[in-house]
């Protein structure tokens, strides 16, 4: 039996158009620009058009990421979408995006871990590509984020936007090495002990509604940093490669402290972080696959390059993939 690895093809991103400031939101609520910089380093979020779902802007983002690797849709056998802001109930709306692409082959379907969904999926895309299951994968993060806030609550609808990033992953033949192109390791945690500090009160099996974010934003700091070098150190243990051999760290954009702290904590230089929470804010699964597309558009990204991705969510779940594009 031949052994694969999942090589990274190209990426794409997709940004609703309305802009939503600080500026903004202090007329709607109890805030300021300075509060909300000084705690989370967000300027501004985009949030999406009435009318405009999840799966249109991940399809936007998937169109993007196939156009950026060179590849026909028609040559995707498996989409994976993280997403915890399906446009429906069911069925996923990766079938949505799998219709929208125009294929009518292979499988899609959501992976929900909130903001750890992108690792989540890309974890799960490279487990099928490896295993032979599939040969070509989209792997999408997309989020709605603004249809779960609480408009009146000034502690959680600062932190969030909308947004949709992916990646497209190919199975090339040959094992992981560390030394070549393609995902080297990945790595997953959760613990359901911790569902009441950052959750949504509501859903179909509980109240029939879709509820809205609520979050104990001290505890989740908290706990954000040390789940996030947990992860990091296992990768780097599993391959033998350290903070410095990375030439970028792609973190979940939630918010900078966080940020800076767990970098700092793993010796990892500032220059090589990618922040993007100040434009962004906090899309939840489609956080990572922005932060790297940004990179990749600005041609700062050179094949042969070490790359970590990590992200902690609500669960909480937590994970790390380090890949060589």
């Given at each position: 039996?031949?052994?694969?690895?999942?090589?990274?093809?190209?990426?794409?991103?997709?940004?609703?158009?309305?802009?939503?400031t600080n500026?903004?939101?202090?007329?709607?609520?109890?805030?300021?620009?300075?509060?909300?910089?000084?705690?989370?380093?967000?300027?501004?979020?985009?949030?999406?058009?009435?009318?405009?779902?999840?799966?249109?802007?991940?399809?936007?983002?998937?169109?993007?990421?196939?156009?950026?690797?060179?590849?026909?849709?028609?040559?995707?056998?498996?989409?994976?979408?993280?997403?915890?802001?399906?446009?429906?109930?069911?069925?996923?709306?990766?079938?949505?995006?799998?219709?929208?692409?125009?294929?009518?082959?292979?499988?899609?379907?959501?992976?929900?871990?909130?903001?750890?969904?992108?690792?989540?999926?890309?974890?799960?895309?490279?487990?099928?590509?490896?295993?032979?299951?599939?040969?070509?994968?989209?792997?999408?993060?997309?989020?709605?984020?603004?249809?779960?806030?609480?408009?009146?609550?000034?502690?959680?609808?600062?932190?969030?936007g909308d947004?949709?990033?992916?990646?497209?992953?190919?199975?090339?033949?040959?094992?992981?090495?560390?030394?070549?192109?393609?995902?080297?390791?990945c790595h997953?945690?959760?613990?359901?002990?911790?569902?009441?500090?950052?959750?949504?009160?509501?859903?179909?099996?509980?109240?029939?509604?879709?509820?809205?974010?609520?979050?104990?934003?001290?505890?989740?700091?908290?706990?954000?940093?040390?789940?996030?070098?947990?992860?990091?150190?296992?990768?780097?243990?599993?391959?033998?490669?350290?903070?410095?051999?990375?030439?970028?760290?792609?973190?979940?954009?939630?918010?900078?402290?966080?940020?800076?702290?767990?970098?700092?904590?793993?010796?990892?230089?500032?220059?090589?972080?990618?922040?993007?929470?100040?434009?962004?804010?906090?899309?939840?699964?489609?956080?990572?696959?922005?932060?790297?597309?940004?990179?990749?558009?600005?041609?700062?990204?050179?094949?042969?390059?070490?790359?970590?991705?990590?992200?902690?969510?609500?669960?909480?779940?937590?994970?790390?993939?380090?890949?060589?594009?």
């Open positions: 039996m031949n052994a694969f690895r999942s090589v990274v093809l190209g990426c794409g991103s997709y940004l609703p158009e309305k802009v939503l500026a903004d939101l202090a007329e709607m609520v109890d805030t300021s620009d300075e509060w909300i910089v000084q705690r989370t380093g967000i300027h501004q979020r985009h949030v999406a058009a009435e009318g405009e779902v999840t799966s249109d802007m991940a399809i936007k983002a998937a169109q993007a990421a196939l156009e950026n690797a060179g590849v026909d849709a028609s040559t995707i056998d498996l989409i994976i979408l993280a997403t915890s802001t399906p446009d429906n109930t069911f069925p996923a709306s990766a079938v949505t995006v799998q219709a929208g692409l125009g294929i009518t082959h292979g499988m899609a379907f959501d992976v929900q871990a909130v903001c750890s969904g992108f690792v989540y999926a890309v974890t799960t895309a490279d487990a099928y590509l490896r295993g032979g299951l599939a040969k070509r994968a989209l792997v999408i993060g997309s989020e709605t984020f603004s249809r779960l806030l609480d408009w009146n609550d000034r502690t959680t609808c600062v932190l969030f947004g949709a990033g992916a990646i497209v992953l190919d199975a090339v033949e040959g094992a992981p090495d560390i030394n070549e192109s393609g995902v080297l390791t997953l945690r959760s613990d359901g002990r911790h569902k009441e500090k950052l959750y949504v009160d509501g859903g179909p099996s509980s109240t029939q509604t879709t509820g809205h974010l609520r979050m104990e934003g001290r505890e989740v700091f908290k706990h954000a940093v040390g789940m996030v070098t947990d992860v990091v150190e296992a990768a780097f243990e599993a391959t033998g490669l350290s903070a410095d051999d990375l030439n970028w760290f792609v973190p979940h954009q939630a918010n900078k402290r966080i940020i800076d702290a767990s970098a700092k904590k793993l010796g990892i230089a500032p220059e090589k972080v990618v922040v993007t929470v100040g434009e962004h804010a906090n899309t939840s699964a489609a956080t990572i696959p922005l932060a790297l597309d940004s990179i990749v558009q600005a041609g700062k990204v050179k094949k042969g390059d070490l790359i970590m991705l990590e992200a902690m969510g609500g669960g909480f779940t937590w994970g790390a993939v380090l890949l060589r594009w």
